[in-house]
């Protein structure tokens, strides 16, 4: 706890990432609205993405950590392309995003 | 040393106020601002952490592709004038009540954990290595990582054309 105080540490950016997951958490599990919910989805990979290259600065050296940052975003920004494609194509069904109207497989 | 705090706590701020505002405004544009906030601030905290070349890849693929896509899903879908069909939040209370015990959960770990850090020399410029790392010992993931991208190209033109019926 005292490093806390003086100067930069590990935890400064663990708490940080895991703030970016909890309003990423958050986002996911209250919004209705499908675009909202991706945006969360964002929130929760970039929090990883913090901690992951924290670690790699402080305890693991190397790149291995970065790298792996590196992929997170590819992978993010294939999954933002492919989920905003489905939800153009649900509005462009039922003139809707709201997951609660979403429910035709149901019947 | 202290600089360096100040800059942090900046980029902090902006990354956790921005993170806080996707959840909680009512206009879904704002929340795509507050998302933007966010990005560049962990953009910034990237810098902090000497990753370069990964701060640029946070600029250019989230704030100039991710955020960009998102911003056209948020105009092409909802009726921005229609504040309550445009964001419509279920539960606020318990997601806050969700935020404080994940939060402070993850926060204590954080602080109180024993990592085990290991405190080394001020590291340089970071492209170069990645480059010969993507090419040598991350080669399979990096030609995995490609396939991946060509299949969402296709995925996502074929699932958001208007398809043409002939009746």
């Known amino acids: ?107 | 040393m202290h600089t360096n705090l100040a800059v942090f706590y900046l980029f902090a701020l902006a990354a956790v106020v921005g993170a806080a505002g996707v959840p909680m405004s009512k206009n879904i544009f704002w929340s795509a601002m507050g998302l933007l906030s966010a990005l560049v601030g962990v953009g910034g905290l990237y810098v902090l952490l000497s990753a370069d070349f990964l701060a640029v890849t946070q600029l250019l693929v989230y704030i100039g592709g991710v955020l960009v896509l998102i911003i056209f899903a948020v105009m092409l879908t909802s009726q921005i004038k229609e504040i309550e069909v445009s964001n419509q939040n279920v539960g606020l209370v318990s997601g806050a009540i969700l935020f404080a015990l994940t939060g402070t959960l993850l926060s204590f770990i954080a602080i109180w954990a024993p990592w085990k850090v290991v405190l080394r020399p001020e590291s340089h410029e970071t492209s170069a290595a990645i480059g010969n790392g993507l090419l040598g010992t991350w080669l399979l993931p990096f030609e995995v990582a490609s396939v991946v991208l060509l299949a969402t190209l296709i995925g996502a033109i074929v699932v958001a054309r208007k398809e043409i019926k002939d009746d």
């Open chain 1, 1 to 107: 706890m005292t490093e806390m105080m003086g100067h930069l540490s590990l935890s400064h950016f663990l708490v940080v990432g895991g703030l970016l997951f909890c309003f990423g958490l958050m986002t996911v599990l209250t919004r209705r609205n499908a675009v909202a919910m991706l945006m969360g989805i964002e929130l929760i990979l970039n929090g990883a993405n913090v901690n992951l290259v924290a670690f790699n600065y402080y305890v693991a050296g190397g790149l291995s950590g970065q790298i792996f940052a590196l992929f997170v975003i590819v992978l993010a920004a294939a999954e933002a392309a492919v989920g905003l494609a489905i939800i153009l194509a649900i509005y462009q069904m039922i003139r809707s995003i709201d997951t609660a109207n979403i429910a035709s497989l149901r019947q």
